[in-house]
């Protein structure tokens, strides 16, 4: 689960005091307004369970960002994925993999606006991880919104005009 936090650094205390979990790594985005940050916390073998998000400047209606459901194998993400496109679901990011958990996934909005989050192959962790770090990216491929992706699709079926030959 990843929740946005107004009130990030008390919002961590309380993951790491009072719910007694452990920070994994964590995200941090430079932007004009504000670096981005997230926080990544484990209570069992998964890379993490909870994630808290902060973007200052930016109040959301909804304090849940989204929610995991975390399948088998990939390739169970992608006949979700497909599944989805067919009763024309609304698609939040495109398939891709995260950089810190190694999670193959993509984003779909319910209904009721929360997104989920539908991935495997995520990284597990031991009860000595010591690999607490800072990332600089969210995935290292994909995860693009869909208008993006249609947008860089739509360079590649455009031919490229050939050069001028000159006299």
């Known amino acids: 689960m990843a929740?946005?936090?107004a009130e990030y650094e008390a919002s961590?205390?309380?993951?790491?005091?009072?719910?007694?979990?452990?920070?994994t790594d964590w995200l941090r985005l430079p932007?004009?307004?504000?670096?981005?940050?997230a926080s990544f916390f484990h209570c069992n073998p998964r890379h993490h369970s909870l994630a808290l998000v902060h973007v200052p400047g930016?109040?959301?209606e909804r304090r849940l960002n989204h929610v995991n459901v975390e399948a088998a194998r990939?390739?169970?993400?992608?006949?979700?994925?497909?599944?989805l496109l067919r009763h024309h679901a609304t698609i939040a990011n495109t398939i891709g993999q995260h950089a810190n958990d190694g999670m193959v996934s993509f984003y779909a909005v319910s209904p009721g606006g929360w997104r989920l989050e539908i991935g495997a192959a995520g990284?597990?962790?031991?009860?000595?991880w010591t690999d607490v770090r800072e990332y600089d990216r969210i995935s290292d491929w994909g995860h693009q919104p869909p208008a993006q992706l249609s947008a860089m699709l739509a360079m590649l079926a455009t031919p490229a005009t050939p050069p001028r030959e000159t006299a």
């Open 123 to 128: 990284r597990t962790i031991g009860p000595a």
């Open 58 to 60: 930016m109040r959301h």
């Open 3 to 5: 929740a946005d936090a």
């Open 74 to 83: 990939v390739a169970d993400v992608g006949a979700a994925f497909e599944r």
């Open 31 to 37: 932007r004009a307004g504000g670096d981005t940050h």
């Open 12 to 23: 961590q205390r309380f993951a790491c005091d009072a719910l007694g979990l452990v920070l």
